[in-house]
């Protein structure tokens, strides 16, 4: 399978899952709290700098695409995390969630660095959050930021 397919199927998945009936956030609601959090959740673990806190947030099926065409499971995302300091910023959040299922589509503002090379420091992103009983797991995160 080649970056094309995985990118394809990574958007398909995201796509189908947009369809599914949701609830669209509002500014203010519980929902924005619960979509806000696991965003947070995500960008604490990464903050930690530590492949085995990262480890506890990423769901088993989790895939991530970036702008540059690269793409990685969990077990290889484990190995190639950014690097990031500071507080991030999250703008102009739009959600929808179902039962267990998140997707959030916003802006981040962040100051990083993939491989050693910055990256774009305001950027849309979007990410499938799985709830569990441990609470909310990464399923997929496209990252549209530029690197280098």
């Known amino acids: ?14 796509a189908g899952a947009a369809l599914i009936p949701a609830t669209v956030g ?8 619960d979509a806000r959090a696991a965003i947070l959740g995500w960008l604490d673990a990464l903050a930690s ?11 088993p099926e989790f895939q991530i695409m970036r702008s540059d065409g690269s793409g990685y499971d969990s077990t290889n ?11 991030p910023e999250i703008m102009e959040l739009a959600f929808g969630a179902n039962g267990d299922l998140l997707v959030a589509r ?22 499938v959050f799985r ?18």
């Open 1 to 14: 399978m080649n970056k094309r397919q995985v990118a394809l199927g990574v958007f398909a998945g995201l």
């Open 26 to 33: 509002a500014a203010g609601g519980a929902g924005e709290v």
């Open 49 to 59: 700098h530590d492949a085995a806190t990262v480890a506890k947030v990423l769901a």
């Open 77 to 87: 995302y484990l190995a190639n995390l950014p690097k990031f300091n500071g507080e």
């Open 106 to 127: 916003y802006n981040l503002k962040l100051e990083q660095k993939i491989g050693d090379k910055p990256v774009q420091s305001l950027a849309p992103r979007l990410s």
């Open 131 to 148: 709830k569990d009983a441990a609470g909310w797991l990464i399923v997929a995160h496209a990252n549209f930021a530029q690197i280098g």
